[in-house]
């Protein structure tokens, strides 16, 4: 998994965008030191309950990689918020790549 920032379900606009910008270059950085023939990096779309930032996610990151995981639950939100939250982005994640 690559190195995330995970903000508080209920975190205001300016620290959620500011921890996604650190995932993001986070992603960026660990993506260039990957050896793709010894391991898996796995991306991690974060954003949690705000839908609009969690679809922008995978756009942001643009590297392909074998997988992606959803970030960003179990941080305060409701049971109910995280399984709707869920339901939104799983679709969002981007298609595996195969290496």
Known sequence: MAF?????????RPYLEASLARTTRWLQRCAGAWSRG????F????????????AATPRRSAVDLPG??????????????MHQ???????????????
């Not at 010894?38 to 990096?41: K, M, P, T, V, Y």
């Not at 992606?68 to 918020?81: C, F, H």
């Open 85 to 99: 939250s869920v339901a939104f982005s799983a679709p969002l994640l981007p298609p595996a790549s195969r290496y």
């Open 68 to 81: 992606y995981a959803l970030g960003g639950y179990s941080v305060g939100e409701s049971p109910e918020a």
């Open 38 to 41: 010894a391991s898996s990096l």
């Open 4 to 12: 995330d920032e995970c903000p508080p379900s209920l975190a205001e």
């Open 43 to 54: 991306g991690i779309v974060q954003g949690g309950l705000h839908e609009d930032s969690a």
